[in-house]
């Protein structure tokens, strides 16, 4: 059953390795082990047309995964010189935790941080600058590293960004105080009622069934203590949107639903970074990147790809 698993991919049943060749790039996986001993996924996507050009370090959403659709943008990237890194975070994908649970957001933080940082070490990698990169919840974690590491990176691409749950799909009055509450005794517990997002993300019905077959994608209903945590997180982050210094892009589709692109529009105004870009695409919803028809994912990708080239020393 795992071999089989194993053969499966969003783009087919080709293998890993030969798809990659053909898409004219090399690309790897291994584990790596956090500062606190957690066993997390990780994985590369590297350009073979030559050097690297800078360097892409991407966080998933929440309950996604490096795998699946996330490393199309990936693959693209690395087509354009990009080397390209990710890991799963804690009980996401391949990666060690219980299913779906994200007990503390700030420990999250530190297993990307203590990641990205021993890839800046590799010699082959020199002074290339670091950008963030992140989708969904991976947004609202990338200004979390920012805000670990300042001056780490020299921007962040931020797809979507959590900054703030949608009302839209955020608990109503009462359900929340009571759901903190709970989580005190019950943090694990998956009984938080919300509709499967993949359908309120994605535009193009096709692209729903290739989304619904990862197999590791979470399919359970969010559990408390991460539910909690996330409120936490976004109610953070929207108090903090001056302290953001990062030069950033914000991508955002008008018609999201999941995330808020008021949000996203108060992020822009709001912050106090020099170098900022605001792009909301009239008519998108949430997954801009791999969800939408093939033209419109072109566009948004166009639009990422000139942003940092713009902030790289050369361009192809």
Known sequence: MVEQEENLHYWGDISEEEYYRLQGIKGSKSFYTSPRGLSLFTRSWLPLSGPPRGIIFGIHGYGNDISWTFQSTSIFLAQKGFACFALDMEGHGRSQGLRGYVPHVDLVVQDCLSFFNLIKQDPNFGALPCFLYGESMGGALCLLVHFADPNGFQGAVL?????????????????????????????TLAIVPTEDLLHKSIKVEEKKIVGNKN??????????????????????????????????????????????????????????????????????????????????????????????????????
């Open 159 to 187: 797809v979507a960004p959590m900054c703030k749950i949608s009302d839209k799909v955020r608990p109503r009055w009462p359900i929340p105080q009571a759901l903190t509450f709970i989580s005190y005794f019950l943090p």
């Open 215 to 316: 197999p590791v994608r979470y399919r359970g209903k969010p559990r408390l203590g991460t539910v909690v945590e996330l409120l936490r997180v976004t109610q953070l982050l929207s108090e903090k949107l001056r302290d953001v210094s990062i030069p950033f892009l914000v991508v955002h589709g008008s018609a999201d639903v999941v995330t808020d692109p008021e949000v996203s529009r108060t992020l822009y105004k709001e912050a106090s970074s020099q170098d900022k870009t605001l792009k909301i695409y009239e008519g998108m919803w949430h997954s801009l990147l791999f969800g939408e028809p093939d033209e419109n994912i072109e566009i948004v990708r166009t639009d990422i790809l000139s942003w940092l080239n713009d902030r790289c020393n050369t361009k192809i």
